[in-house]
């Protein structure tokens, strides 16, 4: 098992920038393949990024590409989402999650087996 707590949401205007943190229980080095989630109100849960287990490998969703980044520190166990040039459609909880699943893209929610409680991130025009 492994818990997840995401930190760093809040209110910024667009065009500004924050940067998010998911801390995980247990070591994630080697072990988990990372992703970010959103979900607007009233929308389906949507795939932000996902960082292999290497941290190699990132894949990011069109609506964030050039203006999201994820990263992992295996050191803290803990993997970043920085967000720049924010709209206010980025508007959203955010969610860390985390795979033990080998074999997986990462890009469908269905993939991963562990998630944080969400950060409300608010971006206003």
């Known amino acids: 098992q492994v818990q997840l707590v995401e930190s760093g949401g809040g209110l910024v205007q667009a065009g500004g920038s924050l940067r998010l943190s998911c801390a995980a229980s247990?070591?994630?080095?080697?072990?988990?393949?990372m992703g970010w989630f959103r979900q607007a109100p009233g929308m389906e849960r949507e795939f932000v990024a996902t960082i292999s287990r290497s941290g190699v490998r990132t894949v990011y969703a069109d609506s964030v590409k050039g203006r999201f980044t994820i990263s992992r520190d295996d050191a803290k166990n803990t993997v970043y989402l920085q967000m720049n040039s924010l709209k206010p459609e980025d508007t959203a909880v955010y969610y860390c999650?985390?795979?033990?699943?080998?074999?997986?893209?990462?890009?469908?929610?269905?993939?991963?087996?562990?998630w944080g409680q969400g950060t409300q991130v608010t971006v206003s025009s």
């Open positions: 999650a985390a795979s033990n699943d080998l074999g997986v893209a990462g890009i469908a929610g269905r993939e991963y087996n562990y």
């Open positions: 247990a070591r994630t080095g080697s072990r988990f393949l």
